[in-house]
């Protein structure tokens, strides 16, 4: 099994910036790509951006592109993603979902095989 935990959320002024961790472990080698995805209160989950095993393929939503960036530390099993330039319409409970292989870069939570708890990201104006 995999366990996936996120942390690094919190209250953040717009224009500010932020920087979730999340956190692999049990058989957390077997996670190719990692997603972040968020919810905000009456809205579907949203796809936010995914990074792959190598660290070197990245896709994000329009909505983040410039703005969020995904990285990973493998040998750390540990996957963030820094949010920078804040702003209310961001605020929402952000989750990380890991993805076995051959997955592939994918923005369908469908796609992703474990989950992690969520942490509230709140951006005041």
């Known amino acids: 099994q995999v366990q996936l935990v996120e942390s690094g959320g919190g209250l953040v002024q717009a224009g500010g910036s932020l920087r979730l961790s999340c956190a692999g472990s049990?058989?957390?080698?077997?996670?190719?790509?990692v997603g972040w995805f968020r919810q905000a209160p009456g809205k579907e989950r949203e796809f936010v951006g995914v990074?792959?095993?190598?660290?070197?393929?990245?896709y994000y939503a329009d909505s983040v592109k410039g703005r969020f960036s995904v990285s990973r530390d493998n040998a750390k099993n540990t996957v963030y993603l820094q949010m920078n330039s804040l702003k209310p319409e961001d605020t929402a409970v952000y989750y990380c979902?890991?993805?076995?292989?051959?997955?592939?870069?994918?923005?369908?939570?469908?796609?992703?095989?474990?989950w992690g708890q969520g942490t509230q990201v709140t951006v005041s104006s």
């Open positions: 990074i792959g095993r190598s660290a070197s393929s990245t």
């Open positions: 979902a890991g993805g076995l292989a051959g997955r592939g870069l994918a923005s369908s939570a469908s796609t992703y095989d474990y």
């Open positions: 049990g058989r957390a080698f077997s996670i190719a790509a």
